[in-house]
């Protein structure tokens, strides 16, 4: 089973818009480094739907290549084509991932759980392989579609063990919570170290987070607290959240890119794919992470 913190690890690219494969295996291993259980690549943050599901299968092979462990691995499989979200699963199962994050088809709006249990049921069939592992992405404020509870345990039921798991990133305490208590067998990721500890003691297993790409350590720091039954989880649990209030008020790809620039001093986290837009004057953002000591 998957838990802990997961990075939703940020893509680097070359001034061209490729994939920059040093410097994002760098990345990767500077996330373990810090304490990251695992990597969520290719998701929200990742700018997966800017790029070509060959794009993406070539990036992690070369991750794997590069010594990246391939079972740190979450990679993002969403794509509306089924034959494009099926290549993504197997491609990821290929090379060694224990799971895959998986986006509802998103483009059409207002579609039935019946139209989006048929997605998934036609997804599990086709990859057809033992090894599939499924996390249930819901992120409702990006992609407006997403999985209520009834899906979800319609989808448990239909197929235990393949459905393996949810990142939730609705921003809903609530949700989360009750997901933790009624599908005690599913693993739930909160979308935001701000549900961290909360999850945790709900009985979920972690949190894949953007804002982890700069607070991997201290969401480590929350969770080993948390294992070890430390009552100053608490208190490192509200640092947390403060820290990650930092990016309020900056669009949270750029701002993260723009931070990793003044980190690394390296110019190619300055390049995004459009129609995504670098930060014009990332100053005000800067002091503010300075503030907060990250």
């Known amino acids: 089973m998957l838990q802990g913190v997961f990075a939703a690890v940020l893509t680097p690219m070359r001034e061209d818009l490729s994939v920059d494969r040093a410097a994002y295996a760098a990345h990767c291993r500077r996330l373990l480094d810090e304490g990251a259980h695992g990597l969520a690549i290719f998701g929200?943050?990742?700018?997966?739907?800017?790029?070509?599901?060959?794009?993406?299968?070539?990036?992690?092979?070369?991750?794997?290549?590069?010594?990246?462990?391939?079972?740190?691995?979450?990679?993002?499989?969403?794509?509306?084509?089924?034959?494009?979200?099926?290549?993504?699963?197997?491609?990821?199962?290929?090379?060694?991932?224990?799971?895959?994050?998986?986006?509802?088809?998103?483009?059409?709006?207002?579609?039935?759980?019946?139209?989006?249990?048929?997605?998934?049921?036609?997804?599990?069939?086709?990859?057809?392989?033992?090894?599939?592992?499924?996390?249930?992405?819901?992120?409702?404020?990006?992609?407006?579609?997403?999985f209520t509870p009834e899906l979800i345990g319609r989808l448990l039921d239909a197929y235990p063990g393949v459905v393996a798991g949810t990142k939730d990133s609705a921003g809903d305490a609530a949700r989360i919570e009750r997901l933790c208590r009624e599908f005690p067998d599913l693993t739930v990721f909160a979308g935001s170290e701000r549900f961290l500890l909360d999850t945790l003691r709900w009985g979920g297993d972690g949190c894949i987070s953007a804002t982890c790409n700069v607070t991997a350590a201290q969401s480590r720091r929350v969770y080993d607290l948390w294992a070890a039954n430390d009552p100053a989880a608490d208190a490192e649990q509200a640092s947390l959240t403060e820290a990650r209030t930092f990016l309020e008020g900056f669009p949270p790809i750029p701002a993260l890119k723009a931070i990793m620039r003044a980190r690394t001093g390296d110019d190619v986290w300055a390049n995004l794919r459009p129609p995504l837009d670098a930060l014009a004057d990332p100053t005000a953002l800067l002091a503010r992470v300075a503030n907060h000591g990250l």
């Open 44 to 146: 929200t943050t990742g700018e997966a739907n800017s790029l070509s599901v060959a794009e993406r299968v070539s990036a992690w092979d070369d991750l794997v290549a590069d010594g990246i462990p391939a079972d740190a691995l979450l990679p993002g499989t969403g794509a509306c084509a089924l034959p494009d979200a099926v290549d993504l699963a197997r491609a990821a199962l290929d090379v060694g991932a224990p799971g895959v994050l998986a986006l509802p088809p998103f483009y059409y709006k207002g579609v039935s759980d019946d139209g989006l249990f048929r997605f998934f049921a036609e997804l599990i069939e086709r990859v057809g392989d033992d090894r599939l592992r499924l996390f249930l992405y819901h992120i409702p404020p990006m992609a407006q579609v997403g």
